[in-house]
């Protein structure tokens, strides 16, 4: 049987989540500029570069809204073309012990994981089952045309 990961600084609770989702919104705003994810720039650089580009006195918690609104765009786009919860799945090799490193004999644990994308997701607006963006969100990131594109699909932002 694998030991499972139960040290706090692997535990995948709520805090881990947030640090993540935070990622996630910096990476998908990175994305958004197409800037090559190669060359590492710090935050403020590219916050500096973006104001020097075009003008826009803009701010962190701006572009990760603009990270968030991208990322909930997507969402939305492949739960209209048949993506549910159970495609939000690591292979199952993510939970077999390892076999080398600091983390040898170690598992992240199938159920932990779970509980993580459900928490991902209450903090990314979206339902915690489905993983559908909520209408409330999608307002939110003034996107409310996409409720109306769900509902064209039969679904519903809850």
Known sequence: ?????????????????AICRAAHLWRHYLDSLVQC??????EHQVI???????????TTVEALMVGERAVTLARAFNIREGFTRADDQLPQRFFQPTTAGALKET?????????????FYRQMGWDSE?????????????????????????????
Do not use: C, Q
């Open 48 to 58: 500096e570069a973006v104001r020097a580009v075009t003008g826009w006195d803009t």
């Open 130 to 158: 489905t993983g559908v963006p909520t209408a409330e969100k999608l307002e939110e990131l003034e996107m409310e045309w996409v409720i109306e594109e769900l509902a064209k699909a039969g679904i519903t932002a809850p």
């Open 37 to 42: 994810m190669f060359v590492r720039f710090s």
């Open 1 to 17: 049987a694998p030991h499972y990961i139960d040290n706090h600084r692997r535990h995948l609770g709520p805090r881990k989540v």
């Open 107 to 119: 598992a992240i644990n199938p159920e932990d994981m779970d509980r993580a994308i459900h928490i």
